[in-house]
């Protein structure tokens, strides 16, 4: 079992980093190379994380090609030829996010089967806009056994409402539309900078899909698509955590390349807390000194709304800061798990329902801690920078799902940290 080890409370973050390509972008974007039937889809700019590994497995289980170059940061996906219909339990019970082969399996060979996804521990996480979706576009859905079984000889086009503008359905409902009969139109769809880089993928496979980045996406089915070229997007969350990180321990670090617009949410509460955040041609350089900054409310919403996957290591800038802090979770029922681990770094905090007040500036001590979940992982990290003395971090299986050598990064910019095995 490995450990994040850090010697905190004198840790000011400089220099420079870089951030890889997007998680949460590149596993649609893989469900999204199932689709061709023709040519070879390559993907640039994938990072190495064990859940692209996972969406790898899922993609080669349906007898696709599918090669990781690591050494390139390059996936190539060969699709053409006749492929298997059921992702099977093994990979989509590691991931949930894999539930996003559904719709193109389906669209592709008009019967789908995948194991439901189990269970999850920042909320319920449902998937019936999924399926409701998909049923509004003639498929018939069957549950038994712990799977899901889509049938549709010929998608249809539809047009479907979705009462939250879900992600993930979003992205499975776009894919499987590109190959339906007739066109599709998803209101009240999600908006994230992921989605438009899925429909810009789709789009180069001579899919025609159009509004993405809007509430509003059109998709006019085509009868096949062909294999494309693409650059994953940046990881806008990777780039905030690192945001965070300089803020909270009075730094100066450049992220290069960062996205203002992808980030523009985060920016928004970092200057309305003090932090001096700026564009320059390289990136967006973060300046703080934490003596001056001032606690702040934030609701965590769907994009463009402050993103629920920056919720935790905000949590943790909020206990460096002196004052009352609120942190309000709108997206996940149960995603104020680090807080009790924060507890036993000596933060003060309270939370009732969705809401957490966060008592600022106390004394923070090193302790031993685990990750509860990705963004878990990373808050505690970044807290064990500023408490005083050592933090060791475990559970790190989290932590690698979602980031690419965060401690070697950390450590780059002058932190005191390294990972150990300790079996
Ligand atoms: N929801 C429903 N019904 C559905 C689908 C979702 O009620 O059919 C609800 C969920 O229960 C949740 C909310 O809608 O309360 C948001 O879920 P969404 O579907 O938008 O999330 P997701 O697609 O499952 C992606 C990211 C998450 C990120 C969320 C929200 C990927 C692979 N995952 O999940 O990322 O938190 O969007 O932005 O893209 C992470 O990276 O740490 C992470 C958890």
Known sequence: MDKIIIEGGNTRLQGEVTIE?????????????????????????VPILSDVFTM???????????????????????????????APYEYVSQMRASIVVLGPILARNGHAKVS???GCTIGSRPIDLHLKGLEAMGASIHQEGGDISATAEKLKGAHFYMDFPSVGATQNLMMAATLAEGTTV???????????DLANLLNKMGARVSGAGTETLTIRGVAELHGAEHNVVQDRIEAGTFMVAAAMTSGNVLIKDAVWEHNRPLISKLREMGVDVREEEAGIRVKSDVSKLKPVTVKTLPHPGFPTDMQAQFTALMAVVKGEST????????????LEEMRRMGLHSEILRDTAMIHGGQRLQGAQVMSTDLRASAALILTGLVAQGQTKVGQLSHLDRGYYQFHEKLAQLGADIRRESED
């Not at 590149?26 to 469900?31: D, G, K």
């Not at 690591?70 to 030829?81: F, H």
């Not at 998803?186 to 438009?196: K, Q």
Request: proline residues 5%; glycine residues 6%; without cysteine.
């Open 21 to 45: 390509g997007a998680k949460n972008a590149v596993l649609p974007l893989l469900a999204a190379t199932i689709l061709p039937v023709e040519g070879k889809t390559v993907l640039k700019n």
């Open 56 to 86: 790898n497995h899922v993609v080669r289980g349906l007898n696709i090609a599918v090669d990781f170059d690591e050494a390139l940061n390059q996936v190539t996906v060969d699709a053409t030829g006749a492929i298997l219909d059921t």
């Open 116 to 118: 439901m996804p189990g």
């Open 186 to 196: 998803l209101e009240n769809a999600a908006r994230e900078p992921e989605i438009v």
């Open 327 to 338: 942190m309000i979770e709108t997206v996940f029922e149960n995603r104020f798990q680090h």
